[in-house]
Antibody, heavy 122, light 111 residues
């Protein structure tokens, strides 16, 4: 069964770059039908899609974050990563990674990682 | 601010049927399939419905989804205490070069 696990610092200083990695286990990251995405949720608020990547490296970003976001993939390590630059307190959120398998569940994200809380504070 | 509007809350007693609406526009729901997610307290979201009305393996048939025009709905029949959670609709929005958007979320309370 496919599982995803986020990892990275839980505390980032304002104006610095947030960096997270999602490790995929129990399945292939190079499946031709899968995209890999990042979604975040500020405390007590709703969900926001950050962006997605294909195993070949093609990326799709939320236009509202595009200038600050970079998503990359390392198929040899079965990992994909998120970098968000120039962070502010507004970027404090639980960050989730998830899979979109168009052959299985269309554009639905499934499964999700457990999420990791990143706090932006000096 | 989300482009998909949901009621902030819904409630029912055990065994009742609860329906959650998701209102969008021609650039999102009107032209794309809708997904629904369930988020139990303190946990990651879980895909409940995909492609408007399809249930992933393991999701009880008490949950059903539908779409008409620029709106979608999630119905929970035979409401159970474990259904108390936040529910989000989601779809692609074809404006702004593509954007996956989530609804504002609905908190379902089992009375």
């Amino acid at each position: 069964q496919l599982q995803l696990q986020e990892s990275g610092p839980g505390l980032v200083k304002p104006s610095e770059t947030l960096s997270l990695t999602c490790t995929v286990s129990g399945g292939s990251i190079s499946s031709s039908s899968c995209y890999w995405g990042w979604i975040r949720q500020p405390p007590g608020k709703g969900l926001e899609w950050i962006g997605s990547i294909y195993y070949s490296g093609s990326t799709y970003y939320n236009p509202s974050l595009k200038s600050r976001v970079t998503i990359s993939v390392d198929t040899s390590k079965k990992q994909f990563s998120l970098k968000l630059s120039s962070v502010t307190a507004a970027d404090t959120a639980v960050y989730y990674c998830a899979r979109q398998d168009q052959a299985a569940t269309g554009t639905g994200f499934d499964p999700w990682g457990q999420g990791t809380l990143v706090t932006v504070s000096s | 601010q989300s482009v998909l509007t949901q009621p902030p809350s819904a409630s029912g007693t055990p065994g009742q049927r609860v329906t959650i609406s998701c209102s969008g526009s021609s650039s999102n729901i009107g032209g794309n399939t809708v997904n629904w997610y369930q988020q139990l307290p303190g946990t990651a979201p879980k895909l409940l419905i995909y492609s408007n009305s399809q249930r992933p393996s393991g999701v009880p048939d008490r949950f059903s989804g539908s779409k008409s025009g620029t709106s979608a709905s999630l119905a929970i029949s035979g409401l159970q205490s474990e259904d108390e959670a936040d529910y989000y609709c989601a779809t692609w929005d074809d404006s702004l070069n593509g954007l996956y958007v989530f609804g504002t979320g609905t908190k379902v309370t089992v009375l």
